[in-house]
């Protein structure tokens, strides 16, 4: 059975702090990773990573993967109040056939609090 | 709409009783995916549709839990004899096909409280 787990669980900082957001997996056939924001109920796509070493960039969002050490990183710099939300990673899984489809496996969810 | 609805937003129901959840894919969206969050946990997965037809309920925790989906368009999800436990919000989400690079598009939840 696949498996994500996440970490922190949660995360109190100050606005302009610099956070890194850690996701570690276990799936049988790893196609690739993907974070969401989730401010009040929709999570909201952030990255998807496939390759190892490869950053994905967006604004102050930043990701990476490593796939031999499985896990990935989010980081956010120079944080905002509008950053605070629960960011989740997941990872799409697998029929016994070896096809990918898009059911995903989602940790738990790191919740950030950004304050002023 | 542009995007995925769900309806209602929010619903209270007491113990027994059975619910309806609905979600409206975007349109063109083959795929489609029930996913339950409780409070303070990440999302489960539920079921998962390509058209019409569940290739995967697995997520389904009892036999309580159905889904059906109509016209490869809207689908529902019925709890029937609500407990407590099936307190959570229900997600919906969709993509144009079942492949993983498919991002997946997610709408607004319904709240389902369970007194």
């Known amino acids: 059975e696949d498996k994500v787990v996440q970490s922190p669980l949660s995360l109190v900082v100050h606005e302009g702090d610099t956070v890194t957001l850690n996701c570690s997996y276990e799936?049988?056939?790893?196609?690739?990773l993907l974070w969401y924001k989730q401010e009040k109920k929709a999570p909201t796509f952030l990255f998807m990573l496939t390759s190892s070493g490869i950053e994905k960039k967006s604004g102050r969002l930043s990701s990476i993967l490593d796939k031999k050490e499985l896990f990935s990183i989010l980081n956010i710099t120079a944080t905002q109040t509008g950053d605070s939300a629960i960011y989740l990673c997941a990872v799409p899984g697998a029929n016994a056939g070896g096809t990918s489809y898009g059911k995903l496996t989602f940790g738990q969810g790191t919740i950030l609090t950004v304050h002023p | 709409g542009a995007g995925v609805s769900q309806s209602p937003s929010n619903k209270v129901t007491e113990k027994g009783k059975d619910v309806e959840l609905r979600c409206d894919p975007i349109s063109g969206h083959t795929a489609l995916y029930w996913y339950r969050q409780s409070l303070g946990q990440g999302l489960e997965f539920l079921i998962y549709f390509q058209g019409n037809s569940a290739p995967d309920k697995s997520g389904l925790p009892s036999d309580r839990f159905s889904a059906e989906r109509t016209g490869g368009s809207v689908s529902t999800l019925t709890i029937q004899r609500t407990q407590q436990e099936d307190s959570a919000v229900y997600l919906c989400?969709?993509?144009?096909?079942?492949?993983?690079?498919?991002?997946?598009?997610f709408g607004p939840g319904t709240r389902l409280t369970v007194l």
């Open positions: 799936v049988t056939n790893f196609r690739s």
């Open positions: 989400a969709s993509s144009f096909g079942p492949r993983p690079e498919r991002e997946q598009f």
